[in-house]
């Protein structure tokens, strides 16, 4: 009988995230008492578990294929396991993140093991990547990786794996935990009920990988998972998909059939939530404890200007209540510089914060990612800060950096008002006011609110240092 084949799927860690927040330009300044309280407190939520699972890789790990043997190695907990054998080695890839894994896939090629290079950076470009890799999986993976684990047993690897269409979720592949160390992380609990979306903001790739369709999986497989997950792991539950209200009959059917499992769950929607009152109700009956929605920007000019057409500024703060209302607290996430914001808009996000009494506000700055149309018109306008071609400096960060010019704002006062905005919403004392206002989840909304107030300390030093030396004395001025 052959030998069973070890695959290990590789999860990196980003830049800075919320593994514990870390600043991304002063990180050398380690003598400082700031220095050392950030390092501290960067251990603290690490082993307080804030962490949640690479979910594409237990999506992965759970295709079974006689002979092969497949685990995880998150490399947020642990160091690599170079002693140890491995037939292939799977690396996801993001693009903030690619240099590091291209730089792992080599060393591991220099000892003669196998790579495969997946995940988003893979899929939008491929052809950067090949050099790194004996194997490229592009696109969405769970059909591939079967085809792909059953060529490793017969030793026939190709070069290349890629389907012409998107996977049809609606076939049953119950997901396992088993590659998982369960108190590594804040939960276990990951579900994903679909893929797509069907609107097209432009600084988002969700509709660039994921295609415009929704894709459904099967509600009865879904209840199969959360129930089988329950058994395994009682804290709360995360709805990964990016709006989980999308397809509202659907969304209706599949809480009902759920709520009699009594779970208590987190998830994302959109705002139009608001105005879907039965599901609304039934999302809140069936232990819906806080949703993160993406506002993105409360100026029509701005959300016009990036295709932001799912709801209208106006609309916005009666969404808000009524969600809150339905005893449902709220992550309102917001990017504060697009193309219609000018320096009155913080003023306006304030006032909107305080009337809807938002529970978490996320006050975000626009990330061009390479891809995006958005990535493209600021390359095309000259308003990216790093050079084009170099599209692993536009990384995903859980602190904010400024990789492009606003159209409206000039780079400085731009810092300075961004700046004065997230001192004045993250203080100690919101944060505390935030926490027991919350309708559900104080303790989380408490905490997110503590967490933030660091972490957006953090990155007002990060915005200040990146201005006056390092990234746009050099990069900025080298691409003019
Ligand atoms: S930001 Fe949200 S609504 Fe807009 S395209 Fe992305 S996933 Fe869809």
Redesign the pocket.
Same mark, same amino acid.
């Given at each position: 009988m052959p030998a069973t084949k070890k695959v290990l799927l590789v999860f990196l860690p980003s830049e800075s995230g919320v593994d514990g927040a870390r600043s991304l330009y002063s990180e050398h300044d380690s003598s400082t008492l700031f220095s050392w309280f950030n390092r501290s407190l960067r251990n603290v939520i690490k082993q307080s578990q804030f962490a949640i699972p690479p979910l594409s890789l237990m999506i992965l790990s759970s295709i079974d294929v006689q002979g092969v043997e497949q685990s995880i190695c998150d490399m947020r907990f642990e160091e690599f396991p170079f002693k140890e054998t491995w037939d292939l080695v799977g690396i996801s890839v993001q693009t903030g993140m690619a240099k590091k894994a291209f730089a792992l896939a080599d060393a591991l090629r220099s000892r003669g093991i196998s790579v495969v290079l997946g995940g988003a950076h893979v899929t939008l470009f491929a052809e950067s990547c090949r050099p790194h890799a004996d194997v490229l999986v592009v696109g969405e993976a769970d059909d591939l990786w079967k085809e792909l684990l059953t060529d490793l047993t017969a030793c026939t690897l190709k070069p290349h794996y890629q389907s012409d269409r998107f996977p049809d979720l609606s076939i049953s592949r119950p997901v396992m935990k088993t590659s998982l160390i369960n108190n590594r992380y804040f939960t276990t609990n990951l579900i994903q009920t679909g893929r797509g =979306?069907q609107?097209?903001?432009d600084f =988002?790739n969700?509709?660039v990988l994921n295609g415009h369709t929704l894709r459904r999986r099967a509600i009865a497989d879904i209840v199969a998972e959360v129930a089988r997950f329950k058994h395994d792991d009682r804290r709360i539950f995360f709805f990964v998909d990016?709006?989980i209200n999308a397809d509202p009959i659907y969304a209706l059917e599949l809480f009902r059939q759920l709520t009699p499992l009594k779970i208590r769950w987190f998830g994302q929607a959109?705002t139009t939530l608001g105005q879907q009152q039965e599901l609304l109700e039934t999302f809140a009956r069936s232990g819906c404890q806080a949703l993160l929605v993406?506002i993105e920007s409360i100026e029509t000019t701005s959300r016009n200007a990036h295709k932001?057409n799912?709801n209208k500024a106006g609309e916005l703060s009666m969404a808000i209540k009524t969600i809150r209302n339905a005893g449902i607290s709220l992550y309102g996430s917001f990017i504060y510089g697009l193309d219609g914001d000018t320096l009155e808009t913080p003023a306006a996000i304030l006032d909107f914060i305080s009337d809807t009494r938002l529970d978490v506000p996320g006050i975000n700055i626009l990330r061009p990612i390479p891809g995006t149309r958005v990535f493209e018109r600021l390359r095309e306008e000259g308003r990216l800060l790093f050079d084009p071609l170099d599209i692993t400096a536009y990384r995903y960060t859980f602190g904010q950096e400024m990789l492009y010019t606003p159209k409206n704002i000039p780079l400085e006062g731009f810092i300075e008002s961004y700046s004065a905005l997230t001192r004045e919403i993250f203080t100690i004392k919101n944060s505390i006011g935030r926490g027991l206002d919350a309708p559900r989840a104080k303790a989380a909304v408490l905490l997110f609110n503590l967490f933030y107030t660091h972490l957006y300390s953090l990155s007002r030093s990060d915005l200040k240092q990146q201005l006056e030396k390092e990234a746009l004395g050099k990069n900025h001025f080298a691409i003019r």
């Amino acid at each position: 009988m052959p030998a069973t084949k070890k695959v290990l799927l590789v999860f990196l860690p980003s830049e800075s995230g919320v593994d514990g927040a870390r600043s991304l330009y002063s990180e050398h300044d380690s003598s400082t008492l700031f220095s050392w309280f950030n390092r501290s407190l960067r251990n603290v939520i690490k082993q307080s578990q804030f962490a949640i699972p690479p979910l594409s890789l237990m999506i992965l790990s759970s295709i079974d294929v006689q002979g092969v043997e497949q685990s995880i190695c998150d490399m947020r907990f642990e160091e690599f396991p170079f002693k140890e054998t491995w037939d292939l080695v799977g690396i996801s890839v993001q693009t903030g993140m690619a240099k590091k894994a291209f730089a792992l896939a080599d060393a591991l090629r220099s000892r003669g093991i196998s790579v495969v290079l997946g995940g988003a950076h893979v899929t939008l470009f491929a052809e950067s990547c090949r050099p790194h890799a004996d194997v490229l999986v592009v696109g969405e993976a769970d059909d591939l990786w079967k085809e792909l684990l059953t060529d490793l047993t017969a030793c026939t690897l190709k070069p290349h794996y890629q389907s012409d269409r998107f996977p049809d979720l609606s076939i049953s592949r119950p997901v396992m935990k088993t590659s998982l160390i369960n108190n590594r992380y804040f939960t276990t609990n990951l579900i994903q009920t679909g893929r797509g =979306c069907q609107h097209s903001c432009d600084f =988002c790739n969700v509709h660039v990988l994921n295609g415009h369709t929704l894709r459904r999986r099967a509600i009865a497989d879904i209840v199969a998972e959360v129930a089988r997950f329950k058994h395994d792991d009682r804290r709360i539950f995360f709805f990964v998909d990016d709006t989980i209200n999308a397809d509202p009959i659907y969304a209706l059917e599949l809480f009902r059939q759920l709520t009699p499992l009594k779970i208590r769950w987190f998830g994302q929607a959109t705002t139009t939530l608001g105005q879907q009152q039965e599901l609304l109700e039934t999302f809140a009956r069936s232990g819906c404890q806080a949703l993160l929605v993406g506002i993105e920007s409360i100026e029509t000019t701005s959300r016009n200007a990036h295709k932001k057409n799912q709801n209208k500024a106006g609309e916005l703060s009666m969404a808000i209540k009524t969600i809150r209302n339905a005893g449902i607290s709220l992550y309102g996430s917001f990017i504060y510089g697009l193309d219609g914001d000018t320096l009155e808009t913080p003023a306006a996000i304030l006032d909107f914060i305080s009337d809807t009494r938002l529970d978490v506000p996320g006050i975000n700055i626009l990330r061009p990612i390479p891809g995006t149309r958005v990535f493209e018109r600021l390359r095309e306008e000259g308003r990216l800060l790093f050079d084009p071609l170099d599209i692993t400096a536009y990384r995903y960060t859980f602190g904010q950096e400024m990789l492009y010019t606003p159209k409206n704002i000039p780079l400085e006062g731009f810092i300075e008002s961004y700046s004065a905005l997230t001192r004045e919403i993250f203080t100690i004392k919101n944060s505390i006011g935030r926490g027991l206002d919350a309708p559900r989840a104080k303790a989380a909304v408490l905490l997110f609110n503590l967490f933030y107030t660091h972490l957006y300390s953090l990155s007002r030093s990060d915005l200040k240092q990146q201005l006056e030396k390092e990234a746009l004395g050099k990069n900025h001025f080298a691409i003019r």
